[in-house]
């Protein structure tokens, strides 16, 4: 596994790359359904749990972190550009339980 961070502070950036030694179709399936994301999505001690997940265009998946003390972070990404086993982009924001985004949280594209 390889990763690379190009950081651009000045417009508060930073692009993540990461390759995997694993087939394309695992990976992508890694990224794209939500029973698996759930599997390896959240820092441990905390879990992840979907709410929903719409992979597409437009399409979203609603998340919580579960803690260990039964703290609960929802988090919500809704899907801007998705270029089918290759790249997919949008927005992740931190919301509630209704997946209504919390304003006065930044969001990460």
């Given at each position: 596994m390889?990763?690379?961070?190009?950081?651009?502070?000045?417009?508060?950036?930073?692009?993540v790359?990461?390759?995997?030694?694993?087939?394309q179709?695992l990976?992508?399936?890694?990224?794209t359904?939500?029973?698996?994301?759930?599997?390896?999505?959240?820092?441990?001690?905390?879990?992840a749990?979907s709410?929903s997940?719409?992979?597409?265009?437009?399409g979203?998946?609603?998340?919580?972190?579960?803690?260990?003390?039964?703290?609960?972070?929802w988090g919500?990404t809704?899907?801007?550009?998705?270029?089918a086993?290759?790249?997919?982009?949008?927005?992740?924001?931190?919301?509630?339980?209704?997946?209504?985004?919390?304003?006065?949280?930044?969001?990460?594209?």
């Amino acid at each position: 596994m390889k990763t690379q961070f190009d950081k651009d502070p000045e417009h508060l950036k930073m692009r993540v790359t990461r390759s995997f030694d694993a087939p394309q179709a695992l990976v992508w399936k890694a990224w794209t359904t939500a029973e698996i994301l759930e599997l390896w999505w959240a820092p441990k001690p905390f879990k992840a749990k979907s709410a929903s997940m719409d992979f597409s265009e437009g399409g979203s998946w609603h998340y919580c972190m579960l803690g260990p003390n039964g703290e609960a972070f929802w988090g919500l990404t809704v899907y801007e550009h998705i270029d089918a086993m290759q790249s997919f982009s949008g927005l992740d924001y931190f919301c509630d339980e209704n997946a209504v985004p919390i304003a006065s949280l930044p969001a990460t594209q």
